[in-house]
């Protein structure tokens, strides 16, 4: 009787790394999402939403939107860079926990101008 050849991912210890391929890409990877989405909240928030003058209260919803993406991806980022023990992954949980911390702060801001 044959067998079709399943690939089985072993089982591996949280607390240790998973083998990578290409950690430097890997770890590039992580920072670059997390700037690419930086830019395209800096671009709706201080260039889109100005420039379109009261249209520009609609993107409004749209930088919180973004706003809270990058707080995952800041996060998701920090983890993986602490999976891979990069040297660099300290330094990003700082910037990773001021990113939640301005997220949490702009989320309460615009509740509270909902009153």
């Not at 089985?8 to 890409?25: I, K, L, Q, W």
């Not at 993107?59 to 023990?85: D, E, F, K, T």
């Amino acid at each position: 009787m044959a067998h079709d050849h399943v690939s089985v991912r072993p089982v591996t210890d949280p607390s240790h790394p998973e083998p990578v391929d290409d950690p430097a890409g890997e770890a590039r990877a992580a920072v670059t999402l997390g700037l690419y989405t930086s830019a395209a909240r800096c671009l709706v928030q201080y260039v889109l939403a100005p420039a379109l003058g009261t249209l520009g209260v609609l993107l409004g919803p749209l930088g919180l939107v973004l706003q809270v993406l990058g707080a995952v991806v800041a996060v998701s980022g920090a983890r993986r860079l602490h999976r891979l023990r990069h040297a660099a992954w300290p330094a990003y949980v700082v910037v990773a926990a001021l990113v939640v911390g301005v997220t949490v702060w702009s989320l309460l801001d615009a509740v509270g101008a909902l009153r």
